[in-house]
């Protein structure tokens, strides 16, 4: 009798372990497919950030701007100056999305003009604070 229980509980031990590895191994393959999947994702995905830009205009190269526009590019508020006909990304503001109404999102996604520095600081202050 005692024979019989210890057979049969080495069995539904070995069986248990068995079952764990085939667990621990399909957890791992499905874990580096997910990786994989989710690395190819946003390796795939175009970069279409303002602070991606090469043509990032410094301060001490704004002489006389016609005019500022602060515009929402997906995942960041950008600023741009206007100088003689030509949009120079200047920088991204940390402003949090999420704290910003749809109205003013869909202004932002076509552009705000501001027309100085100072309604350019007026602005950076009201989405800053």
Known sequence: MLKKFTRSLL????????GILIFYAAFRITYK????AASDAISAQPTTSASAQSN??????IINPDYF???YDG?????????DGKEEFLYTLNARIEDISESELDE???GITLRDKQALASFEEDFTS
Not at 11 to 18: D, Q, R, Y
């Open 108 to 110: 932002l996604r076509k």
């Open 75 to 83: 995942k960041s508020l950008a600023i741009y100056c206007i100088s």
């Open 56 to 61: 990032v205009l410094k301060e001490s190269e």
């Open 11 to 18: 069995i539904g031990f070995l069986v248990f372990l068995t």
């Open 69 to 71: 526009i602060a515009r």
């Open 33 to 36: 497919k997910s990786v994989k």
